[in-house]
């Protein structure tokens, strides 16, 4: 996990969020990741005005997209949890699904049956093995069950013109390997609206062809790539990759996150211009800003 700024449920509003960084208070707009101030350093935001949230169009729009994908509550599923906004708004969906319509786990101390969140430490700062247990006790909270993974990167550090590439790749082997382990036939990933649209020009801008341009698939079949690390034939065995959150917004993330009252983490190095990603994101950013 890439060092992370940690904010409450409570911070990100319509308005300027109020800092607190040591004694010193300043005030940051945080409607868009590009706002946030650059740092590697961790702290906590607060803000003394809450933004109530009607969950329930959120929650009818999830149920719909998993029967879609036809999932019901009782099939064992995985998600792909980092911390941020993103993945917390899938925890917070996929939990009230899974029960029901309530809000996480029946009884205090207990884990919702059937579901699974795989959180990957990259390995790639000191840092990165304390936040990814900061993360595993704010999902448990939520009474989903939590595996903690490392990367091992047997090749040494990836070089840093193809660290996301990298990461990326490790992160989905690893998913894969958990899920096959845990006998789970389904990974929920927190690809949303404007992930595609990233994706797409992307893609453009590296000549894709047809395929290519066609986006993110709402649901796909991803196999394990190395079948000898393991006791059993798994030539045959796939995992359901399902992303749920295509039809909801960046900023969809953060109200349902707000709505259940969930904090989330933000990594400041999506801010970093190194990455052709990110740069692509922050002028998606500035031009739904504008106002034509």
Same mark, same amino acid.
């Given at each position: 996990?890439?060092?992370?700024?940690?904010?409450?449920?409570?911070?990100?509003?319509?308005?300027?969020?109020?800092?607190?960084?040591?004694?010193?208070?300043?005030? %940051?707009? %945080?409607?868009?990741?590009?706002?946030?101030?650059?740092?590697?350093?961790?702290?906590?935001?607060?803000?003394?005005?809450?933004?109530?949230?009607?969950?329930?169009?959120?929650?009818?729009?999830?149920?719909?997209?998993?029967?879609?994908?036809?999932?019901?509550?009782?099939?064992?599923?995985?998600?792909?949890?980092?911390?941020?906004? =993103?993945?917390?708004?899938?925890?917070?969906?996929?939990?009230?699904?899974?029960?029901?319509?309530?809000?996480?786990?029946?009884?205090?101390?207990?884990?919702?049956?059937?579901?699974?969140?795989?959180?990957?430490?990259?390995?790639?700062?000191?840092?990165?093995?304390?936040?990814?247990?900061?993360?595993?006790?704010?999902?448990?909270?939520?009474?989903?069950?939590?595996?903690?993974?490392?990367?091992?990167?047997?090749?040494?550090?990836?070089?840093?013109?193809?660290?996301?590439?990298?990461?990326? =790749?490790?992160?989905?082997?690893?998913?894969?390997?958990?899920?096959?382990?845990?006998?789970?036939?389904?990974?929920?990933?927190?690809?949303?609206? =404007?992930?595609?649209?990233?994706?797409?020009?992307?893609?453009?801008?590296?000549?894709?062809?047809?395929?290519?341009?066609?986006?993110?698939?709402?649901?796909?079949?991803?196999?394990?790539?190395?079948?000898?690390?393991? =006791?059993?034939?798994?030539?045959?065995?796939?995992?359901?990759?399902?992303?749920?959150?295509?039809?909801?917004?960046?900023?969809?993330?953060?109200? %349902?996150?707000?709505?259940?009252?969930?904090?989330?983490?933000?990594?400041?190095?999506?801010?970093?211009?190194?990455?052709?990603?990110?740069? %692509?994101?922050?002028?998606?950013?500035?031009?739904?800003?504008?106002?034509?």
């Amino acid at each position: 996990m890439a060092r992370g700024l940690i904010l409450s449920a409570q911070t990100r509003t319509t308005c300027v969020a109020s800092l607190s960084i040591s004694s010193a208070r300043c005030k %940051i707009p %945080i409607i868009y990741p590009q706002y946030l101030p650059s740092t590697s350093t961790s702290f906590f935001c607060t803000c003394s005005q809450a933004l109530h949230v009607r969950m329930d169009k959120y929650k009818a729009a999830f149920s719909r997209r998993m029967a879609m994908a036809g999932l019901k509550p009782h099939h064992p599923i995985a998600l792909g949890v980092s911390g941020g906004p =993103d993945s917390m708004a899938l925890c917070v969906l996929t939990a009230v699904w899974k029960t029901g319509g309530s809000n996480g786990a029946g009884k205090s101390g207990e884990f919702i049956d059937g579901i699974l969140a795989i959180i990957v430490d990259h390995g790639l700062r000191e840092e990165s093995k304390e936040e990814a247990n900061i993360v595993s006790r704010r999902v448990s909270d939520m009474g989903i069950r939590c595996e903690v993974v490392r990367c091992d990167w047997l090749d040494g550090r990836p070089k840093q013109g193809h660290l996301q590439e990298a990461a990326r =790749d490790m992160r989905y082997q690893l998913f894969q390997n958990v899920c096959i382990q845990r006998q789970i036939g389904v990974l929920l990933i927190a690809h949303h609206a =404007d992930d595609q649209a990233e994706s797409f020009i992307l893609r453009l801008s590296r000549n894709s062809g047809v395929l290519g341009l066609a986006g993110m698939a709402f649901t796909s079949q991803i196999f394990p790539s190395h079948t000898h690390s393991y =006791d059993i034939d798994l030539k045959n065995r796939s995992v359901l990759l399902v992303r749920p959150l295509l039809e909801f917004s960046k900023e969809d993330m953060y109200k %349902i996150c707000q709505g259940g009252k969930q904090d989330w983490v933000e990594d400041p190095t999506n801010c970093k211009l190194l990455f052709a990603r990110n740069r %692509i994101r922050m002028s998606l950013g500035n031009l739904s800003s504008c106002k034509l």
